[in-house]
């Protein structure tokens, strides 16, 4: 066929041209994701973090970019988050909810050494590692005129999941998101991660499952 020269793979008849587009090594990624956070375990002299905001985990935001050490596995990931929660005041001498409301930021960062364990270059299912440590920062504001309260807690934390590749599923994305938008891959990725915190009166220590998106450029 006079197209071959150009790539040209299969023909599907009345539908489309499929061309065979070689799997470029990606130089850097970009992570966009969603998870959630532990029940806090704050202690503090007169109340603790469930009294105030409740047992329920705090959905997180979080995304970064990851560059290339040691291609194509080894990458160093900075990541940020962001979270909220809404509560309230507590009475202890009555052991009751009180009438000031409270918000509280929640703001995640960490440096980490990223491992994909890549050893195909049409594989399309990818066990992923992270490691490394961080600093959760934490910001209180109250509707009663008390001054912003700051605090944070420095962190260590491993991750581990599964990332699907939709491009190298589909020839068809393949060759429209690197024609358009000039990608490598496309990956969905399911994530565990242990935490330790290092400050035992900031305890958030516990599994945290996660889904991202993950862009190969």
Do not use: C
């Amino acid at each position: 066929h006079p197209l071959e020269q150009k790539g040209l793979n299969r023909i599907w008849i009345g539908r489309y041209h499929e061309y065979a587009y070689p799997v470029t090594p990606r130089k850097q990624s970009t992570h966009v994701g969603i998870g959630n956070l532990p029940v806090f375990k704050i202690i503090s002299n007169t109340s603790n973090f469930e009294q105030m905001y409740g047992q329920a985990p705090s959905i997180i935001f979080q995304g970064g970019p990851e560059w290339l050490l040691w291609p194509p596995q080894l990458g160093l990931f900075l990541q940020i988050g962001i979270s909220a929660r809404n509560g309230h005041g507590y009475l202890v001498n009555y052991n009751i909810p009180s009438e000031e409301q409270y918000s509280l930021l929640i703001v995640p960062m960490s440096m980490q050494i990223s491992w994909r364990l890549d050893w195909s270059t049409r594989q399309w299912i990818v066990p992923i590692f992270t490691t490394g440590i961080g600093y959760l920062g934490l910001t209180e504001f109250r509707d009663d005129g008390t001054r912003i309260r700051l605090a944070g807690a420095f962190y260590q934390q491993l991750n581990a999941g599964l990332g699907m590749s939709l491009m190298r599923l589909s020839p068809q994305v393949l060759a429209k998101l690197k024609k358009e938008y000039n990608l490598v891959d496309f990956w969905i990725y399911l994530g565990v991660t242990q935490s330790k915190s290092f400050k035992s009166s900031i305890d958030f220590d516990g599994l945290t499952y996660s889904m991202s998106l993950i862009l190969d450029h």
